[in-house]
């Protein structure tokens, strides 16, 4: 049956179908045809909200019509446009994304116009921190040097690679180099990496990003929930990547 068929949210989202369209689509799979009264009926909708969705199915290429003498028959189109769908949002993306970097530079023009004042950006929760992780990886790779610093605490780095496990790869395959000072135990090189260690006694309880024009810090609250906050200001991340690299020159 279809209400066993569920999307996430989040997909759906992406997709850019909403889930009462989704239940219309399934609903129109396993009717064949029907006209929008059965349709509503089946999907325990009114006319008019079926309508509506029957509207989005048709421009994102997943539903179809034919008029016959008395009523209008609505088809939906095979599964594997859900496919179709997907490959067309993610290029859509991606141009996006290059059109969006090639206005970057005029974007960050505008910032300080009326004087400087520091931005901060507060994060929470798993989503949020794997947002804050996308802005290190894209900053950096943006950079000249691409790369970045970073302390590591030994009690949050498991947290923070919970909320994206494939950060690692994802910052070799962009090419982005970091050194990390390790506070506390434990801590590998994966690529493009060099680690030290301040101390493996003690943990330090937060962990801090250092990158291009930026500081980030994450740590957890009492429920052992991530939170994060970025400060984007170049003199402030300036002054940390000073003191980084006189204790990175410091330690064995």
């Known amino acids: 049956m279809s209400h066993s ?3 996430s949210d989040e997909v759906l989202e992406l997709l850019g179908v909403s889930r009462k369209d989704f ?7 396993r009717l064949g045809t029907a006209p929008l009264r ?3 009926e089946e999907a325990g909708l009114n006319r008019g909200t079926a309508y509506d969705a029957l509207k989005r199915l048709m421009a ?12 209008r028959y609505f088809a939906a189109q095979d599964p594997t446009a859900l496919r179709g769908l997907a490959t067309r949002r993610e290029v859509a993306l991606r141009e996006a994304r290059t059109d969006l970097d090639g206005l970057l530079p ?3 023009a505008l910032r300080g116009q009326s ?4 931005a ?3 994060y929470e929760g798993d989503s949020g921190v794997r947002d804050l992780l996308e802005d290190v990886l894209a900053t950096a790779e943006r950079s000249h040097e691409k790369s970045y610093r970073v302390y590591s605490s030994a009690g949050i780095r498991d947290l923070i690679a919970g909320a994206w496990p494939g950060f690692t790869k994802e910052r070799i395959r962009r090419g982005v180099r970091v050194r ?4 506390g135990t434990g801590g590998t090189t994966a690529g493009l990496d060099q680690r030290k260690w301040l101390t493996d006694a003690v943990q330090a309880p937060t962990y801090i990003f250092v990158y291009p024009g930026k500081t980030a810090y994450v740590a957890v609250d009492a429920s052992k929930k991530l939170f994060g906050a970025v400060i984007e200001d170049a003199a402030v991340s300036a002054t940390q990547a000073l003191i980084f690299d006189a204790l990175w020159k410091a330690l064995p």
């Open 5 to 7: 068929i569920r999307l």
């Open 23 to 29: 239940d219309i689509y399934l609903c129109l799979l």
């Open 38 to 40: 059965r349709l509503a």
């Open 60 to 71: 994102a290429g997943l539903a179809s019509y034919v008029d016959a003498r008395t009523h």
């Open 106 to 108: 005029s974007i960050e």
């Open 115 to 118: 004087g400087h004042r520091p």
């Open 120 to 122: 901060v950006r507060y």
């Open 180 to 183: 990390a000072v390790a506070v």
